[in-house]
């Protein structure tokens, strides 16, 4: 019973009015058993999940592999629900963004420079060049103009080729390595699900002043011949989007999905993806994937998942065999996919683990592969003088990366390996598929439920 001279503020606030008429009471009554219903109903469902989740915790997957292995790009082939609005807060501002996506992979990080000494006398780059150091210097201005942190950049990665410009007070250089592109797309990523506001007229300011240029420029015989001596692949660096200007820079540029599959976005620290997948023969299971960064710096923040995942992803790149990795130029990829294989095999910390391993990039080496110049044994001396074509170079991988598991497995687990391309994202979903059948068995067969 309420005592209406109550001191209690709660009691006063719950009170019915003190002139409540007989029909505003019965409906007041209604209205509170159809509240206490609803709760009844939500402790109830609250309760059956978490004897649900007892009974069945979620399967949780960590993936790993080195920087540019693949990892990101999985995820976003599953496109689970948190994804894709992920995507879609994004795509509306990808346009403005992806200027900043062609510097870091297909124009050059670290990129060198031509100088004009270097150049023939009477050649049409060299009226490039002028005109790129100036829009260099104007993009600068512009982006400060736009203060959104755009900056076009115009380097052209010339491998070995050191170049200075003298004559000019500011170089490409200055204009381009002052700002992480990745910081700004990084902050962003963090708080997906906020979109950012679309200002689509400050990418036209930027493509009106450059789009013609960089298509000039990566169309010039001059430059094609010197990316060719110097035996420089911008096509196959990740996130490559030069043969698309002309589409990315138009006005009114809607992003595709697969432009959003190519676009490289580094991840830093630990993501978490959850998501529900039905199951053949029983209810919705949970799913944890945890996406990691996989630059040597970073994978410390690997280690406290270690204990409280149920499988582990693993991709490895293998047409990467000819690459360096980029925090040190002299550590071969290959060799550090096969450290970084050899470590999570021998791990104690794993021995519960479920080891998949993706050996990824295929369309990749297929292409690499074609160009006959790339020996597989220049690289991997292992490899001898056995044919260098793609049915013996990833049978040659995948005995490597089975070798490394048995000798490091001590529980004589079942190795689940796969060759993709996770671009292709119909292809992925369908392994995906097919390896979340084998882990849900284990999990419930684990669980001692089936
Ligand atoms: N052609 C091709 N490109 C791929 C493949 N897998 C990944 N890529 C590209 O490689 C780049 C890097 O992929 P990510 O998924 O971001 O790599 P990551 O392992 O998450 O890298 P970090 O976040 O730095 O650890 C992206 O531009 C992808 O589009 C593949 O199988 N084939
Ligand atoms: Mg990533």
Not at 49 to 55: C, S, T
């Amino acid at each position: 019973m309420l005592n209406f001279n109550s001191t209690d503020t709660f009691a006063q606030n719950v009170a019915p009015p003190l002139l409540e008429t007989p029909d505003v009471r019965k409906a007041r009554i209604a209205q509170e058993a159809v509240a206490l219903e609803t709760s009844k109903r939500i402790d109830a469902e609250l309760k059956a999940r978490r004897i649900a989740l007892q009974k069945k915790p979620p399967v949780k997957v960590l993936v790993l592999g080195q920087s540019e292995s693949g990892k990101t790009t999985t995820i976003k082939s599953k496109r689970t629900d948190a994804y894709v609005r992920c995507l879609e807060a994004l795509r509306p501002t990808m346009p403005h963004r992806f200027p900043n996506d062609l510097r870091p992979s297909s124009l050059g990080t670290g990129a060198e420079f031509m100088a004009a000494d270097n150049l023939p006398e009477h050649c049409e780059i060299r009226e490039l060049h002028h005109h790129y150091t100036w829009l260099g210097a104007r993009c600068l201005e512009v982006s400060r103009w736009l203060d959104i942190g755009i900056k076009f950049t115009l380097t052209l990665q010339l491998g070995k080729i050191r170049i200075a410009l003298p004559p000019y007070p500011v170089t490409f250089r200055s204009c381009c390595f002052v700002w992480d592109p990745f910081d700004e797309y990084r902050r962003y990523w963090n708080a997906s699900l906020v979109p950012l506001p679309f200002q689509p007229h400050h990418n036209s300011v930027l493509d009106r002043k450059c789009k013609d240029d960089i298509i000039a420029l990566w169309s010039d015989d001059t430059v094609q011949d010197l990316l060719a001596r110097h035996n420089v692949k911008l096509r196959d660096n990740p996130g490559f989007f030069l043969d698309d200007v002309d589409r990315i820079a138009s006005r009114g540029y809607e992003p595709s999905d697969k432009d959003i599959v190519r676009a490289r976005l580094r991840t830093l620290g630990v993501q978490e993806y959850r998501f529900s997948l039905d199951t053949a023969d029983g209810p919705q299971t949970e799913w944890v994937m945890y996406d990691v960064a996989g630059c040597r710096t970073q994978r410390a923040a690997w280690i406290p998942y270690f204990t409280d995942v149920t499988t582990i992803l693993f991709l490895a790149p293998i047409s990467a065999f000819d690459e360096w990795i980029h925090e040190g130029r002299r550590v071969n990829r290959l060799q550090d996919t096969y450290m970084l294989w050899q470590m999570l095999c021998e791990s104690r910390l794993l021995t519960h683990v479920q080891i998949i391993l993706f050996m990824n990039k295929c369309d990749l080496l297929a292409k690499k592969l074609k160009d006959k110049r790339i020996k597989v044994r220049d690289y991997v001396l292992d490899f001898g003088s056995r044919p260098n074509d793609f049915k013996t170079v990833t049978e040659f991988f995948h005995k490597a990366f089975k070798d490394i598991f048995k000798k490091g497995d001590k529980q004589e687990r079942r190795l689940y390996s796969h060759f993709t391309s996770v671009v292709d994202t119909k292809a992925t979903a369908l392994t995906l598929f097919g390896v979340h059948d084998a882990i849900l068995k284990r999990h419930i067969s684990k669980a001692g439920l089936l």
